[in-house]
T-cell receptor, first 108, second 116 residues
């Protein structure tokens, strides 16, 4: 079993829809990252969280340390949001674990 | 400011050959990480440098993999001899590492390694 589980694995949405991607982890962490990878592109770090909530434009990331769960929300989704979203955690020993990613397709 | 760069972008070699991947981190970043994504699997941590020292190499799969960071600048990852299961995308990332916001990792574009 992977230390980081993401759901769903694949997601198709209509433009304008509100999107949620979930991440659960089983290790004690010092930080959680949400990453984005566009088709054929490199990996971009969206958020680094250790508690609470962060917002950047239409993207919102939340984390619940007690429940070992984080969510990435996209409001008013757009086709350019189509990408693979990866959840990664850094444990207290500074090791990193990655989820398998959620492939998002936003249809115009 | 230049981001993390990796070379080559794609390498195709035969089983048994040697390949060396290079990563140039963002200037001034003491922390450098190597990761690997094997086809269909999640990204796996390989190792972490702080300047020229290996902070954590627990993710290195076996002794066919050798990572170096001479002088604390760029890093190389050598696979010798390469096996079929080494195929995948090798990512490098760097961070300042002073804690808090400075721990954000910046990823390179990756090197796609294909072993035939």
């Amino acid at each position: 079993k992977n230390e980081v589980e993401q759901s769903p694995q694949n997601l198709t949405a209509q433009e304008g829809e509100f999107i949620t991607i979930n991440c659960s982890y089983s290790v004690g962490i010092s930080a959680l990252h949400w990453l984005q990878q566009h088709p054929g592109g490199g990996i971009v770090s969206l958020f680094m969280l250790s508690s609470g909530k962060k917002k950047h434009g239409r993207l919102i990331a939340t984390i619940n340390i007690q429940e070992k769960h984080s969510s990435l929300h996209i409001t008013a989704s757009h086709p350019r949001d189509s990408a693979v979203y990866i959840c990664a955690v850094r444990n207290t020993g500074n090791q990193f674990y990655f989820g398998t990613g959620t492939s998002l397709t936003v249809i115009p | 400011e230049a981001g993390v760069t990796q070379f080559p972008s794609h390498s195709v070699i035969e089983k048994g050959q040697t390949v060396t991947l290079r990563c140039d981190p963002i200037s001034g970043h003491d922390n450098l990480y190597w990761y690997r994504r094997v086809m269909g699997k999640e990204i796996k941590f390989l190792l972490h440098f702080v300047k020229e020292s290996k902070q954590d190499e627990s993710g290195m799969p076996n002794n066919r993999f050798l990572a170096e960071r001479t002088g604390g600048t760029y890093s190389t990852l050598k696979v010798q001899p390469a096996e079929l299961e080494d195929s995948g995308v090798y990512f490098c990332a760097s961070s300042q590492g002073a804690g808090g916001r400075a721990d954000t990792q910046y990823f390179g574009p990756g090197t796609r390694l294909t072993v035939l």
